[in-house]
């Protein structure tokens, strides 16, 4: 057992130690699953042979007098655990969703009862805020100086009505910029406790925005054209899929390939070669290419001119362009060296 694993559970033991009837202490115990799995008022009403609010009523008597001697300081072995706890959420940034801080404090991934003892004994330590969890925040622990529950919600809140606004991710220096903060790592500590945002390679959305929370496939080729900014052919495309942080990334290039083809989001501009139609690319043969770009421009085109345009949304070789340009019964040549669209039968 580590250090800090030796501090917490001294301080749960002796913070029990104040709560005198063994009813008591078994009916916290099992609030706050210290033993095992958290269990509901009428669980314990049930176990006990009394009312689910008198369960009620005896826990948040037991709660206020465990504040009120906190307090005081006369639980000595919580204060080493205060200062633990402070100490790792000053470098997490001031507040933290309660797995990650049990994570870091009992450096290992934190068991149900480790987290649960981090948790009771926030519900009552003057130096340490609780959220508790909801729709809309995880379950968090802070530095009470740096805020109550109900500033702490107020600042969660304002980064998502920010994000909101923004209407596309943002990184943290662009939060920094609209937010009044000392550090930015305040404000992603801070935007880790709502549910309502979600982050992928320090950029930050809406929990419910692909580009930074993708739950299938489709979504997870988006996020990595979007981020490299330039058409992929499908195997690199796969290739990044399963060198990335995504969960669930070992995915076969056939189900990509396939997805691709599927999706209007990605057009084939070349052989395996796959572009975002947000950035103006269109779907359609080389042939179809040419007619649009010719009846956009209204008049004639030099061959030069269409190839160079062509080539600004197909990946393909100029000899591709020059063939479909043949087509009689598309395009016809109205001088040497000029193209306009054919003339449609009646």
Same mark, same amino acid.
């Given at each position: 057992?580590?250090? $800090?694993?030796?501090?917490?559970?001294?301080?749960?033991?002796?913070?029990?130690?104040?709560?005198?009837?063994?009813?008591?202490?078994?009916?916290?115990?099992?609030?706050?699953? /210290?033993?095992?799995?958290?269990? +509901?008022?009428?669980? =314990?009403?049930?176990?006990?042979?009394?009312?689910?609010?008198?369960?009620?009523?005896? &826990?948040?008597?037991?709660?206020?007098?465990?504040? =009120?001697?906190?307090?005081?300081?006369?639980?000595?072995?919580? /204060?080493?655990?205060?200062?633990?706890?402070?100490? $790792?959420?000053? &470098?997490?940034?001031?507040?933290?969703?309660?797995?990650?801080?049990?994570?870091?404090?009992? &450096?290992?991934?934190?068991?149900?009862?480790?987290?649960?003892? =981090?948790?009771?004994?926030?519900?009552?330590?003057?130096?340490?805020?609780?959220?508790?969890?909801?729709?809309?925040?995880?379950?968090?622990?802070?530095?009470?100086?740096?805020?109550?529950?109900? +500033?702490?919600? &107020?600042?969660?809140?304002?980064?998502?009505?920010?994000?909101?606004?923004?209407?596309?991710?943002?990184?943290?220096?662009?939060?920094? !910029?609209?937010?009044?903060?000392?550090?930015?790592?305040?404000?992603?500590?801070?935007?880790?406790?709502?549910?309502?945002?979600?982050?992928?390679?320090?950029?930050?959305?809406?929990?419910?925005?692909?580009?930074?929370?993708?739950?299938?496939?489709?979504?997870?080729?988006?996020?990595?054209? !979007?981020?490299?900014?330039?058409?992929?052919?499908?195997?690199?495309?796969?290739?990044?899929?399963?060198?990335?942080?995504?969960?669930?990334?070992?995915?076969?290039?056939?189900?990509?390939?396939?997805?691709? @083809?599927?999706?209007?989001?990605?057009?084939?501009?070349?052989?395996? @070669?796959?572009?975002?139609?947000?950035?103006?690319?269109?779907?359609?043969?080389?042939?179809?290419?040419?007619?649009?770009?010719?009846?956009?421009?209204?008049?004639?085109?030099?061959? !030069?001119?269409?190839?160079?345009?062509?080539?600004?949304?197909?990946?393909?070789?100029?000899?591709? =362009?020059?063939?479909?340009?043949?087509?009689?019964?598309?395009?016809?040549?109205?001088?040497?060296?000029?193209?306009?669209?054919?003339?449609?039968?009646?």
């Amino acid at each position: 057992m580590n250090q $800090n694993a030796e501090i917490l559970k001294n301080a749960i033991k002796g913070s029990l130690n104040i709560v005198e009837q063994d009813r008591e202490k078994e009916i916290i115990s099992r609030r706050f699953g /210290l033993k095992g799995s958290r269990e +509901t008022l009428e669980q =314990i009403g049930e176990m006990l042979s009394i009312t689910r609010e008198r369960v009620r009523q005896l &826990e948040k008597a037991i709660l206020i007098r465990l504040q =009120i001697t906190a307090e005081d300081n006369k639980i000595p072995e919580l /204060l080493a655990a205060e200062k633990i706890l402070v100490r $790792n959420l000053t &470098e997490m940034g001031r507040v933290a969703k309660i797995s990650d801080l049990a994570d870091k404090v009992y &450096e290992k991934k934190a068991s149900t009862s480790e987290k649960s003892g =981090i948790y009771f004994i926030a519900t009552f330590s003057k130096n340490l805020t609780v959220i508790e969890e909801s729709d809309k925040y995880h379950t968090a622990i802070g530095i009470a100086e740096y805020g109550d529950t109900r +500033t702490v919600k &107020e600042r969660i809140d304002k980064i998502v009505e920010i994000i909101k606004n923004n209407k596309k991710p943002m990184t943290l220096d662009e939060l920094d !910029e609209a937010l009044d903060y000392e550090h930015p790592s305040y404000i992603k500590a801070t935007a880790s406790i709502s549910k309502q945002l979600a982050t992928l390679n320090d950029i930050w959305g809406l929990a419910k925005w692909p580009s930074v929370n993708p739950k299938n496939i489709r979504d997870k080729i988006f996020v990595i054209l !979007e981020s490299h900014k330039e058409p992929m052919h499908f195997s690199a495309i796969a290739k990044e899929i399963k060198e990335s942080n995504f969960k669930r990334k070992n995915v076969t290039m056939q189900a990509i390939h396939n997805e691709l @083809i599927k999706d209007p989001r990605f057009i084939l501009i070349g052989r395996g @070669i796959y572009a975002l139609s947000s950035w103006g690319y269109k779907k359609g043969t080389i042939a179809d290419i040419i007619k649009s770009i010719l009846e956009k421009s209204g008049e004639p085109m030099t061959r !030069e001119e269409i190839v160079k345009q062509v080539l600004k949304t197909r990946k393909v070789k100029e000899t591709t =362009i020059l063939l479909n340009l043949q087509n009689k019964k598309l395009f016809k040549k109205v001088e040497k060296n000029l193209y306009t669209v054919a003339d449609q039968p009646n």
